[in-house]
């Protein structure tokens, strides 16, 4: 799929998801324990929204890792992958 044609892995936009997923799941838990005051309310909102969150944030890491726009290109970079296509 064309979208998905960006400049890193599956792997590392997963675990980017993941460790971006922990600090706003602990953020979470914390306002909805403040605004409930009961943990086992926040414990449950934390631990849906973390399943939803992490594939909302992973396909926008996709999509973004796409778009070429705002990328600046260093030209010894540039070079190394024109020496890649030649041999």
Do not use: C
Not at 16 to 38: E, H, I, P, Q, Y
Not at 39 to 59: C, D, F, R, S
């Amino acid at each position: 799929m064309f979208l998905f044609k960006g400049h890193e892995t599956h792997s590392r936009s997963f675990v980017k998801a993941t460790s971006w997923r922990v600090l706003g799941s602990v953020d979470t838990f914390l306002l909805s324990w403040l605004f409930t005051g009961n943990p086992a309310a926040a414990g449950a909102i934390a631990t849906t929204e973390v399943i939803t969150k992490m594939a909302l944030y992973y396909g926008h890491e996709r999509i973004w890792a796409s778009i070429h726009w705002g990328f600046k290109e260093h030209p010894e970079e540039a070079q190394t992958v024109e020496q890649g296509k030649d041999q």
